[in-house]
């Protein structure tokens, strides 16, 4: 039996679960460290702690991650592997084979494999969660560039203040609903959640509603730019905001309000360059199941 312990990092938790012959156990979570040596602990702990002998680990978190050698030439919000080498930090915490991947990748590999993308050749993703994550298939192989930063979706400029620091990930970042919102209703931003947020949305809250809306126009230009550039056959919205399914229909209108100058190239052309946009399938899942099958295909060479 094959028995992969597989973490999810993000900027706010850490996601795990143990995989059993290619099945998603119970997912459970803890707060993110700030330190590399309580990250240690809490990783440490928890191999301890599984129940039965383990195949190996791997860990899909952000940064600029180089997946066959380890380097992280970035660690995104994780200040504490800037310029680490990851597979021998892991190997150190684990003593087990290890592999590492960049989490908006991992996401890619989880659609790929059992979700939105799994019978699709051409395909991105962004990931909206407490930053913007971003990962592109071509040809079913997951885009690395030459650093190892394609589909830094999150650095994509928004506007043309090329002194202001106008990025996606400030755009369409979860705070960019968040905190407009406390703002608008004189909240404390700590009270506020994605779910509250969407409850009031669902209620009909004109100030979550204009929030909405802007949120997802900012979303559709990148959307549109990147169909525009690569011909996608579908691009996934994931991350934890994709549960709500009210997101696409907000997507759906903003891209409607983006092609309608376009109308006079008729029908056909229309449904050519339009993209085919789906919320993710695996939610948050993605992770953790991309991270598995990037071991299954580092750990089988």
Not at 146 to 175: M, P
Request: aromatic share 6%.
């Amino acid at each position: 039996m094959s028995n992969i312990l597989v973490f999810d990092v993000g900027g706010t938790f850490v996601k795990y679960a143990l995989v059993q012959d290619g099945k998603l156990g119970n997912v459970n979570k803890f707060k993110t460290p700030k330190l590399k040596e309580q990250f240690r602990q809490e990783m440490v702990e928890i191999l301890h702690n599984v129940p039965c002998a383990l195949s190996g680990v791997s860990i899909s978190m952000p940064g600029v991650i180089n997946p066959e050698t380890g380097f992280a030439l970035h660690g995104g919000s994780l200040q504490f592997i800037h310029k680490e080498n990851l597979l021998e930090l892991f190997n150190s915490y684990f003593d087990l084979p290890v592999a590492v991947h960049n989490d908006a990748k991992a996401a890619i590999i989880g659609e790929m494999n059992e979700g939105q993308l799994k019978n699709i050749q051409n395909g991105a993703m962004f990931v909206l969660g407490t930053g913007v994550g971003g990962s592109i298939m071509l040809n079913r192989k997951v885009l690395s560039g030459t650093h190892q930063s394609a589909g830094e979706l999150s650095l994509l400029k928004t506007s043309t203040d090329l002194e202001k620091a106008d990025f996606l990930v400030t755009r369409n970042g979860i705070q960019a609903l968040l905190r407009p919102f406390a703002e608008a209703k004189q909240l404390d931003l700590k009270q506020l959640s994605g779910e509250l947020f969407f409850e009031a949305l669902q209620n009909g809250d004109s100030d979550a509603i204009s929030i909405m809306q802007r949120f997802t126009d900012s979303l559709a230009v990148q959307i549109w730019n990147l169909q525009a550039t690569l011909d996608l056959d579908k691009i996934v919205i994931g991350g934890g905001i994709s549960s709500q399914p009210l997101l696409l229909d907000y997507i759906q209108a903003s891209l409607k309000k983006l092609i309608l100058p376009l109308s006079h190239l008729g029908d056909t052309i229309l449904e050519t360059i339009q993209p085919c946009v789906e919320l993710s399938s695996l939610g948050n899942n993605a992770n953790l199941l991309g991270a598995y099958y990037h071991f299954k295909v580092t750990h089988s060479k």
